[in-house]
């Protein structure tokens, strides 16, 4: 359990040992983090704002007594690192959404590929848009009559920060765009940036004022943009680099290439290393020659991005998921570092499956502290990949070994060599266990694969039994991204599991209701407020949406990508579930409608279905449901001629390409099911269309040409 923070004088920093030191700042690290989520996000702080100031100047004392504790996410290093700068939220009018990464030349290619099959295109006709990827902040600035009124950090995507009067003293930012006709609501979109030079010169000031250092210039532009004095920004020379946008009233332009251009008119300053291109080979000599200049530019750029210049093809390309089909950024090579391998450990997951972690000698890569490594499975150690291919020249993994350690954006860091030079004489060869380290020491099976062959991952036979599974579940189920309870971390979790207060998910919420008999505030180190605070982060998530509740589930293959695409699909819990309940049965009408569904397919059902089909995991679900609200999903352009409705379509279609049609059908609201039955609304049957036309006929659903689809959802 967390140490109690209660009325002890505190030590004075200079008496505290390095090691008490660095466990009172991570102890602090973790209170801050809280406090800002709860008053950044929930607006609901649970400490008075003198509070946090005296929480942070410990932390900021710490750090600098010890600056070796700071790293890449320290507290220090993080938006939001300004004393007590607490900024007002802004709903972007158009979420601000990502790019997918392309790491290797055929990823790219694949890129393109997809775009030409969907708009049925020889790939010849398709010009792009390569621009640097710079390494910033992504901000939102909107213009309304012309004139500059506010500027949103991106946030979540959904919800950003106001930051409009520090983002007014940026010299690369106009207050009013310059030239005629600028449309009524302009939202330009860009990267705010530092230089590495200002970066340097600020870190030398900080440093001679015994300030905080940051540890990138990015880290420095976030910081500097998160003061509650815009004079402070003003002092701190931030870039910002236009290349795209948001709501606009009318568009100036039909190209990204040529946004770009108007944006330089209206006063912005555009990347000048920008270039259209008109194949992958030119593309891919794009990012070679921006690589091979990366060191020489003054700002930070971790690849390039890649854009379709047309913007109708942009929109008829659209989205999957969170990131855009006509857009990719292609990220240069990963760093990498050498270091020592001093253990491998067993963490078992949610489902069973172990993963070996490699403990790290820190390193750092790229910017960030490195410690931990996957080392994926058992065959990956002995240096056997996945397809059965020799990895790393075949040199095994072993405990004490040297190794050289990748890190590619976000992606999390690997193993990707073994220096046999080093190795220690006594390094011996690394068995993987036979029987999973929970208490009940259950047998490990190595998984089968698709085709019935032994695959490289080891599974517990344990299941409902095992401790650690229930563990990670519970785990998967508070986090972030799930119900995301704060003040319920893995100690948490771990200590009210090992008391058998909270076995499975329902039980975190009658908590409350049972603490007359449990006392949490009674725990070492609890206390009063983190009990009450806990309450209250558990109530606030009685409400939930659905796609968090289905990725909350942990279900295997169902990530927060599928989650969203069923609760899309499926728009409401009872839905959602009666479906799952009929898929478990083996209902084919359900299993067709369910892969009927953009990114659902066979693993996913396949998965729901041995889902549902445990009572035990029903028993959890129902436990759970009695406890929470869910809120319907929310289905994209509700007001569309076509939204509720279900669409088959059928035959060949000849405007577009099936996947296409799928997408903008979903885009406006539409269920697309692979089979007819009574409720389908319409079939869209193209040439060659047979049993389902027949099928439409027998249930009375109206049959559409493409082009009567078209003009229906006005395309
Ligand atoms: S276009 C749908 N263009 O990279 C998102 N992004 O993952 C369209 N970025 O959040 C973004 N340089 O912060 C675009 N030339 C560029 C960019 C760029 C940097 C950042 C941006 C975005 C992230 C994409």
Redesign the pocket.
Known sequence: MPKSAKAKKPTDIADLTKAQAKVEWMRLALELEGHDKRYYQEDAPSVTDAEYDALRQRFNAIEKRFPEFVSADSPSQKVGAAPSGRFKKVRHAVP??????AFAEEDVRDFVGRIVRFLKLPDDQIDFSA????????MSLRYEGGELVTAAT?GDGAEGEDVTANIRTLKDVPQKLKGRNIPDICEV???VYMTKQAFLALNERQKAAGDTVFANPRNSAAGSLRQKDPTITASRPLGF?A??WGEMSAMPAQTQSGMIKWFEHCGFTT?PL?KLCHSVEELLAFHHQIEERRAELDYD?DGV?Y?VDRIDWEERLG?VSR??RW?I?HKFPAERAMTVLKDIEIQVGRTGSFTPVGKLEPVGVGGVIVQNVTLHNEDYIKGIGNKGEVLREGRDIRIGDTVVVQRAGDVIPQVVDVIIDKRPKNAAEFHFPKKCPCPLHTDVVREETATGEEGSRARCTGEFACPFQKIQHLLLFVSRRAFDIDGLGEKQIQYFFDQGWVKEPGDIFTLAARNAKLKLEDIEGYGETSVRNLFNAVEARRNIALERFIYALGMRHVGETTALALARGYGSWDAFHEACLKVADGDEEAIAEMDALDQIGDTVIKSIASYFGESHNRGIVERLTREVTILDAERPKRNSPVAGKTVVFTGSLEKMTRDEAKATAERLGAKVSGSVSKKTDYVVAGPGAGSKLKDAQKHGVQVLTEDEWLKLVGE
């Open positions: 601000m959404l990502s790019l997918d990464n621009e640097p990827k710079i390494d910033g902040l992504s991106r979109r860009g990267e680099f290349y795209a990347n920008t750029i991005v854009k989205f990131t855009p857009g950024a």
